[in-house]
Protein backbone atom coordinates (compact mmCIF):
# COMPACT_ATOMS: atom_id res chain seq x y z
CA UNK A 1 0.00 0.00 0.00
CA UNK A 2 2.56 2.40 -1.47
CA UNK A 3 0.23 5.54 -1.26
CA UNK A 4 -0.82 5.17 3.18
CA UNK A 5 1.83 7.59 4.18
CA UNK A 6 0.87 10.14 1.97
CA UNK A 7 -2.91 9.98 3.09
CA UNK A 8 -1.47 10.22 6.61
CA UNK A 9 0.61 13.01 5.89
CA UNK A 10 -2.45 14.88 4.24
CA UNK A 11 -4.40 14.35 7.04
CA UNK A 12 -2.11 15.36 9.82
CA UNK A 13 -0.97 18.66 7.71
CA UNK A 14 -4.95 19.28 8.13
CA UNK A 15 -5.16 18.60 11.64
CA UNK A 16 -2.48 20.60 12.32
CA UNK A 17 -3.17 23.39 10.07
CA UNK A 18 -6.16 23.86 11.54
CA UNK A 19 -5.22 23.35 14.95
CA UNK A 20 -2.99 26.75 15.03
CA UNK A 21 -5.67 28.52 13.55
CA UNK A 22 -7.96 28.36 16.58
CA UNK A 23 -5.08 28.95 19.02
CA UNK A 24 -4.08 31.94 16.72
CA UNK A 25 -8.17 33.19 17.14
CA UNK A 26 -7.82 32.55 20.21
CA UNK A 27 -4.22 34.83 21.10
CA UNK A 28 -5.85 37.56 18.71
CA UNK A 29 -9.15 37.34 19.60
CA UNK A 30 -9.46 36.48 23.20
CA UNK A 31 -6.26 36.81 25.14
CA UNK A 32 -5.49 39.69 22.61
CA UNK A 33 -1.97 39.66 22.68
CA UNK A 34 -0.36 40.64 19.68
CA UNK A 35 2.89 38.95 20.30
CA UNK A 36 1.89 35.34 20.91
CA UNK A 37 -0.82 36.14 17.91
CA UNK A 38 2.20 36.57 15.03
CA UNK A 39 4.39 33.86 17.14
CA UNK A 40 1.13 31.40 15.98
CA UNK A 41 1.06 32.89 13.04
CA UNK A 42 4.47 32.83 11.51
CA UNK A 43 4.28 28.89 13.29
CA UNK A 44 1.70 28.48 11.07
CA UNK A 45 3.13 29.93 7.56
CA UNK A 46 6.05 27.64 8.43
CA UNK A 47 3.91 24.57 8.79
CA UNK A 48 2.33 25.42 5.40
CA UNK A 49 5.94 25.94 3.87
CA UNK A 50 6.71 22.81 5.18
CA UNK A 51 3.93 20.98 4.02
CA UNK A 52 4.03 22.51 0.58
CA UNK A 53 7.32 20.17 -0.10
CA UNK A 54 5.37 17.07 0.48
CA UNK A 55 4.03 15.88 -2.78
CA UNK A 56 0.71 17.75 -2.69
CA UNK A 57 -0.55 15.27 -6.09
CA UNK A 58 0.26 12.44 -4.06
CA UNK A 59 -1.44 13.90 -1.09
CA UNK A 60 -4.86 14.55 -3.00
CA UNK A 61 -4.63 11.51 -4.53
CA UNK A 62 -4.48 9.25 -1.10
CA UNK A 63 -7.45 11.60 0.79
CA UNK A 64 -10.19 9.53 1.18
CA UNK A 65 -12.52 11.57 3.63
CA UNK A 66 -15.83 9.66 2.03
CA UNK A 67 -14.97 6.20 3.06
CA UNK A 68 -12.47 7.31 6.33
CA UNK A 69 -13.45 4.83 9.25
CA UNK A 70 -11.90 7.22 11.79
CA UNK A 71 -14.96 9.74 10.82
CA UNK A 72 -17.33 8.04 12.92
CA UNK A 73 -14.83 8.04 15.49
CA UNK A 74 -15.88 10.00 18.34
CA UNK A 75 -15.46 10.12 22.12
CA UNK A 76 -17.66 12.49 24.74
CA UNK A 77 -14.54 14.78 25.21
CA UNK A 78 -14.17 15.62 21.72
CA UNK A 79 -18.06 16.87 21.47
CA UNK A 80 -17.36 19.24 25.42
CA UNK A 81 -15.73 22.37 25.40
CA UNK A 82 -16.35 24.20 28.95
CA UNK A 83 -15.03 27.57 27.52
CA UNK A 84 -12.72 29.28 25.11
CA UNK A 85 -9.74 28.53 26.90
CA UNK A 86 -10.37 24.94 26.74
CA UNK A 87 -10.77 25.35 23.32
CA UNK A 88 -7.35 26.74 22.85
CA UNK A 89 -6.22 24.04 24.91
CA UNK A 90 -7.94 20.83 22.95
CA UNK A 91 -6.36 22.84 19.73
CA UNK A 92 -2.46 22.94 21.44
CA UNK A 93 -2.79 19.07 21.68
CA UNK A 94 -4.44 18.33 18.25
CA UNK A 95 -1.41 20.30 16.27
CA UNK A 96 1.54 18.57 19.10
CA UNK A 97 -0.04 15.24 18.27
CA UNK A 98 -0.55 16.06 14.29
CA UNK A 99 3.64 17.66 13.91
CA UNK A 100 5.08 14.36 15.46
CA UNK A 101 2.95 12.30 12.90
CA UNK A 102 3.93 14.29 9.93
CA UNK A 103 7.86 14.11 11.51
CA UNK A 104 7.56 10.43 11.30
CA UNK A 105 5.77 9.69 8.17
CA UNK A 106 7.75 12.44 6.31
CA UNK A 107 10.45 10.07 7.10
CA UNK A 108 8.97 7.94 4.67
CA UNK A 109 8.38 9.71 1.51
CA UNK A 110 10.56 12.82 2.41
CA UNK A 111 13.32 12.65 5.26
CA UNK A 112 14.96 16.20 4.29
CA UNK A 113 11.87 17.81 5.59
CA UNK A 114 11.40 15.38 8.96
CA UNK A 115 13.52 17.85 11.20
CA UNK A 116 11.22 20.91 10.17
CA UNK A 117 8.35 19.22 11.62
CA UNK A 118 10.40 18.75 14.20
CA UNK A 119 11.62 22.17 14.85
CA UNK A 120 7.68 23.37 14.53
CA UNK A 121 6.77 20.68 17.30
CA UNK A 122 8.97 22.52 19.36
CA UNK A 123 8.34 26.08 18.65
CA UNK A 124 4.94 24.75 19.76
CA UNK A 125 6.04 23.71 22.94
CA UNK A 126 7.38 26.95 23.92
CA UNK A 127 3.92 28.79 22.66
CA UNK A 128 2.44 26.62 25.15
CA UNK A 129 3.82 27.62 28.33
CA UNK A 130 3.87 31.27 27.55
CA UNK A 131 0.03 31.06 26.56
CA UNK A 132 -0.40 28.88 29.81
CA UNK A 133 2.21 31.33 31.65
CA UNK A 134 0.08 34.42 30.51
CA UNK A 135 -3.54 33.27 31.59
CA UNK A 136 -2.15 31.94 34.91
CA UNK A 137 0.11 34.89 35.86
CA UNK A 138 -3.25 37.38 34.74
CA UNK A 139 -5.76 35.17 37.00
CA UNK A 140 -3.34 35.77 40.10
CA UNK A 141 -2.33 39.79 39.46
CA UNK A 142 -6.15 40.34 38.34
CA UNK A 143 -6.26 42.63 41.79
CA UNK A 144 -2.54 43.04 42.25
CA UNK A 145 -1.85 46.83 40.25
CA UNK A 146 0.55 48.02 42.59
CA UNK A 147 4.28 47.07 44.02
CA UNK A 148 5.66 48.80 46.78
CA UNK A 149 9.79 48.35 47.08
CA UNK A 150 10.97 49.03 50.09
CA UNK A 151 14.34 48.48 51.02
CA UNK A 152 15.77 46.64 54.83
CA UNK A 153 15.44 50.59 56.27
CA UNK A 154 18.36 51.82 59.08
CA UNK A 155 16.95 49.27 61.52
CA UNK A 156 14.66 46.89 62.25
CA UNK A 157 11.83 49.17 64.33
CA UNK A 158 11.46 51.54 61.44
CA UNK A 159 11.40 48.42 59.15
CA UNK A 160 8.50 46.57 60.72
CA UNK A 161 6.76 50.30 60.87
CA UNK A 162 6.86 50.57 57.42
CA UNK A 163 5.76 47.23 56.73
CA UNK A 164 2.75 47.69 59.22
CA UNK A 165 1.30 50.95 57.61
CA UNK A 166 1.78 49.10 54.09
CA UNK A 167 -0.31 46.16 55.51
CA UNK A 168 -3.32 48.85 57.08
CA UNK A 169 -2.94 50.15 53.53
CA UNK A 170 -3.82 47.11 51.44
CA UNK A 171 -0.94 47.30 49.30
CA UNK A 172 -1.30 43.96 47.25
CA UNK A 173 2.32 43.84 46.07
CA UNK A 174 5.24 44.24 48.14
CA UNK A 175 9.14 43.42 47.05
CA UNK A 176 11.95 43.91 49.36
CA UNK A 177 15.20 45.60 47.72
CA UNK A 178 18.35 46.51 49.28
CA UNK A 179 21.77 46.75 47.57
CA UNK A 180 23.37 47.25 50.94
CA UNK A 181 22.87 44.65 53.36
CA UNK A 182 24.93 41.81 53.74
CA UNK A 183 23.29 38.58 53.41
CA UNK A 184 22.83 37.84 56.51
CA UNK A 185 21.06 40.82 57.50
CA UNK A 186 18.88 40.72 54.30
CA UNK A 187 17.87 37.02 54.82
CA UNK A 188 17.17 38.35 58.80
CA UNK A 189 14.59 41.05 57.04
CA UNK A 190 13.24 38.94 54.54
CA UNK A 191 12.27 36.28 57.20
CA UNK A 192 10.77 39.63 59.44
CA UNK A 193 8.79 40.48 56.35
CA UNK A 194 7.36 36.80 55.78
CA UNK A 195 6.24 36.90 58.82
CA UNK A 196 4.55 40.56 58.68
CA UNK A 197 2.98 39.60 55.71
CA UNK A 198 1.47 36.10 56.22
CA UNK A 199 0.26 33.48 53.76
CA UNK A 200 -3.09 34.03 53.81
CA UNK A 201 -5.87 35.47 51.18
CA UNK A 202 -6.01 38.66 50.91
CA UNK A 203 -2.17 39.24 52.09
CA UNK A 204 0.35 40.88 50.02
CA UNK A 205 2.34 39.27 47.59
CA UNK A 206 5.76 38.74 48.79
CA UNK A 207 8.73 39.20 46.62
CA UNK A 208 12.40 39.75 47.00
CA UNK A 209 14.74 41.34 44.17
CA UNK A 210 17.70 39.81 42.93
CA UNK A 211 17.99 36.65 44.99
CA UNK A 212 16.07 33.65 44.48
CA UNK A 213 17.90 31.62 47.26
CA UNK A 214 16.77 34.20 49.58
CA UNK A 215 13.21 34.10 48.23
CA UNK A 216 13.45 29.95 48.91
CA UNK A 217 14.67 30.13 52.13
CA UNK A 218 12.22 32.74 53.31
CA UNK A 219 9.40 31.47 51.87
CA UNK A 220 8.58 34.42 49.86
CA UNK A 221 6.36 34.15 46.60
CA UNK A 222 8.77 34.75 44.34
CA UNK A 223 11.55 36.77 42.91
CA UNK A 224 11.90 39.71 40.88
CA UNK A 225 15.52 39.62 38.31
CA UNK A 226 17.32 42.18 36.39
CA UNK A 227 18.78 42.10 33.25
CA UNK A 228 22.25 41.34 34.51
CA UNK A 229 20.59 38.83 37.37
CA UNK A 230 20.27 34.92 37.03
CA UNK A 231 17.72 33.83 33.71
CA UNK A 232 14.38 33.07 34.49
CA UNK A 233 15.24 29.11 33.79
CA UNK A 234 18.04 29.33 36.69
CA UNK A 235 15.77 31.11 39.12
CA UNK A 236 13.40 28.94 38.37
CA UNK A 237 15.12 25.65 39.23
CA UNK A 238 16.04 27.47 42.59
CA UNK A 239 12.32 28.63 43.46
CA UNK A 240 9.76 25.84 41.41
CA UNK A 241 7.14 25.98 39.13
CA UNK A 242 4.47 27.73 41.68
CA UNK A 243 6.22 30.99 42.28
CA UNK A 244 6.51 33.95 40.61
CA UNK A 245 9.16 35.59 38.33
CA UNK A 246 9.21 39.30 37.27
CA UNK A 247 11.67 40.64 35.00
CA UNK A 248 12.52 43.98 34.51
CA UNK A 249 12.87 45.25 30.83
CA UNK A 250 14.06 48.34 28.77
CA UNK A 251 13.19 47.41 25.56
CA UNK A 252 10.55 46.11 23.43
CA UNK A 253 12.66 43.15 22.32
CA UNK A 254 13.98 42.26 26.36
CA UNK A 255 10.04 42.12 27.02
CA UNK A 256 9.03 39.68 24.25
CA UNK A 257 12.29 37.30 25.18
CA UNK A 258 10.64 37.61 28.97
CA UNK A 259 7.51 35.78 27.86
CA UNK A 260 9.27 33.48 25.90
CA UNK A 261 11.33 32.42 28.93
CA UNK A 262 8.63 31.92 31.31
CA UNK A 263 8.62 35.79 33.20
CA UNK A 264 5.03 35.62 35.40
CA UNK A 265 5.13 39.66 34.84
CA UNK A 266 7.36 42.34 33.23
CA UNK A 267 9.03 45.53 34.73
CA UNK A 268 8.94 48.11 32.10
CA UNK A 269 11.04 51.23 32.44
CA UNK A 270 12.25 53.33 33.37
CA UNK A 271 9.86 55.75 32.68
CA UNK A 272 10.69 58.35 34.75
CA UNK A 273 13.91 59.90 36.47
CA UNK A 274 14.27 58.17 40.13
CA UNK A 275 15.80 59.09 42.90
CA UNK A 276 16.00 55.45 43.64
CA UNK A 277 18.20 54.42 40.64
CA UNK A 278 20.46 56.45 37.79
CA UNK A 279 20.10 55.33 34.28
CA UNK A 280 22.13 56.09 30.80
CA UNK A 281 18.85 56.58 29.38
CA UNK A 282 15.00 55.83 29.63
CA UNK A 283 12.68 54.07 27.51
CA UNK A 284 9.76 56.25 28.88
CA UNK A 285 6.40 56.35 27.93
CA UNK A 286 7.01 55.50 24.15
CA UNK A 287 7.93 51.72 25.28
CA UNK A 288 4.90 51.38 27.41
CA UNK A 289 2.82 51.78 24.64
CA UNK A 290 4.63 49.77 23.12
CA UNK A 291 3.93 46.35 26.00
CA UNK A 292 0.68 47.65 26.81
CA UNK A 293 0.02 47.65 22.40
CA UNK A 294 1.62 44.24 21.94
CA UNK A 295 1.89 42.00 25.30
CA UNK A 296 -1.02 40.45 28.10
CA UNK A 297 1.45 38.88 30.27
CA UNK A 298 1.03 41.90 33.26
CA UNK A 299 3.22 44.74 33.10
CA UNK A 300 4.00 47.01 35.77
CA UNK A 301 5.62 50.34 34.48
CA UNK A 302 9.04 51.34 37.16
CA UNK A 303 11.18 53.85 37.29
CA UNK A 304 9.99 57.73 38.69
CA UNK A 305 6.30 57.17 38.93
CA UNK A 306 4.13 59.26 41.83
CA UNK A 307 0.99 60.61 41.95
CA UNK A 308 1.66 63.38 39.83
CA UNK A 309 3.15 61.83 36.55
CA UNK A 310 0.45 58.38 37.43
CA UNK A 311 -1.95 59.46 34.53
CA UNK A 312 0.77 60.22 32.01
CA UNK A 313 1.68 56.31 32.08
CA UNK A 314 -2.18 55.32 32.49
CA UNK A 315 -2.42 56.86 29.16
CA UNK A 316 -0.09 54.18 27.94
CA UNK A 317 -2.83 51.20 28.19
CA UNK A 318 -0.26 50.26 31.21
CA UNK A 319 -2.32 50.12 34.24
CA UNK A 320 0.35 48.50 37.12
CA UNK A 321 3.10 50.63 38.56
CA UNK A 322 5.80 49.54 40.68
CA UNK A 323 6.66 52.55 42.92
CA UNK A 324 9.05 52.85 45.98
CA UNK A 325 10.62 56.70 47.25
CA UNK A 326 6.48 57.79 46.56
CA UNK A 327 5.85 55.78 49.08
CA UNK A 328 8.81 54.68 51.75
CA UNK A 329 9.65 58.78 51.22
CA UNK A 330 6.44 60.03 51.78
CA UNK A 331 5.12 61.57 55.45
CA UNK A 332 1.85 59.34 55.46
CA UNK A 333 3.56 55.53 53.40
CA UNK A 334 -0.57 54.60 54.10
CA UNK A 335 -2.56 57.82 52.86
CA UNK A 336 -0.06 57.58 49.78
CA UNK A 337 -0.66 53.97 49.28
CA UNK A 338 -4.37 54.06 49.61
CA UNK A 339 -4.05 57.25 47.31
CA UNK A 340 -2.52 55.15 44.43
CA UNK A 341 -4.67 52.02 44.83
CA UNK A 342 -7.72 54.57 44.51
CA UNK A 343 -6.25 56.09 41.40
CA UNK A 344 -5.04 52.66 39.45
CA UNK A 345 -7.53 50.40 37.92
CA UNK A 346 -9.32 47.47 38.82
CA UNK A 347 -8.01 44.33 36.38
CA UNK A 348 -10.17 41.50 34.68
CA UNK A 349 -8.93 38.47 33.18
CA UNK A 350 -10.10 37.57 29.54
Do not use: W
Amino acid sequence: MPDQPHRILDASANRATEGLRVVEDFTRFILDDAHLTKITKNLRHSLAAACADLPLAERHAARETQHDVGTTITTTAEAQRSDAQNVCTASLERTKQSLRSLEEYSKVVAPEISSRFESLRYQLYTLERSLSITQTSIAQLENVPLCVLIDGQPNVEQFTSLVAQLVEAGTPMIQLRDKQLTDAELVQRARLLRTLVPRQEGSAILMINDRPDIAAAVGADGVHLGQDDLSVKDARKILGPRKLIGVSTHSIEQARTAVLDGANYLGAGPTFASETKTFDQFPGLGYLSQVAGEIRLPTYAIGGINAENLSKVLTTGITRIAVSNTVTASPNPKNTTKQLLKTLPKHTPP
